[in-house]
């Protein structure tokens, strides 16, 4: 059920920025020239996914925040529909587990996000991330004080200002602990993201 939400979600924001004109009061390559800072506060909501068809999962659900701080190390690039620009970014994050039982994960993160410019106020972008911390979950699928979590996912953001931008999105994120210990069957999850981003030179 949330899979099928995401996907509709995705889908839809996808499609409206497909459809949009530009916007002409919107310089994108202003916004997004190289040396441009972005600040980003982020919440998710995750559930287990099943990807392996297992007979027993932990049906596994957790929220959790992040607070990327980026820089953007080029200019926009690129031709037509695919003009973009790279977002390079570290990210403390957190996620609290509320299913099966109580338990967190704690850890910084490598975040690279592209961002399509052709598109007015209503930016499209893909993102990978990869991260190392801290945690205290217990199940059948990791064991261990220490364990990696690497997402890729998709979006959009919404300049609400020349420099503030509201995103939403969704991520495929996998945990494990790198076999550094035993159980490492590790877990899935579909990931939906809401967030806010600042501009700045």
């Given amino acids: 059920m949330i899979a099928r939400l995401a996907v509709v979600v995705i889908v839809a924001v996808l499609t409206l920025a497909a459809l949009a004109p530009p916007a002409s009061a919107f310089d ?15 919440g998710v909501y995750g559930r287990q996914f099943n990807i392996e068809w297992l007979a027993h999962q932990s049906d ?10 980026s820089r ?6 690129g031709p037509g529909a695919a003009r973009g620009a790279l977002e390079v970014g570290l990210e403390p994050y957190y996620q609290r587990y509320t299913e099966p039982h109580s338990a967190f994960w704690a850890g910084l993160g490598l975040v ?9 106020r ?4 893909a993102e990978v991330a990869a991260g190392a911390g801290g945690t205290d979950l217990r199940v059948k699928e990791i064991d261990s004080d220490f364990a990696f979590v690497v997402w ?12 503030t931008a ?20 590790g877990f899935e ?13």
């Fill in 28 to 42: 994108s390559a202003a916004v997004f020239a190289k040396g441009t800072y972005v600040i980003s506060g982020e």
């Fill in 60 to 69: 596994i659900e957790f929220w959790g925040l992040g607070l990327r701080a």
């Fill in 72 to 77: 953007l190390p080029f200019d926009p690039t």
């Fill in 112 to 120: 690279l996000r592209y961002h399509l410019l052709s598109f007015g």
């Fill in 122 to 125: 209503i930016v499209p972008y």
């Fill in 152 to 163: 890729g996912g998709v979006g959009a953001s919404f300049f609400v200002t020349d420099s």
């Fill in 166 to 185: 509201i995103y939403a999105g969704y991520r495929f994120e996998h945990i494990s602990n790198g076999n550094t210990s035993e159980p490492n069957r």
């Fill in 189 to 201: 999850s579909h990931v939906g993201v809401l967030g806010m981003s600042y501009y700045f030179r």
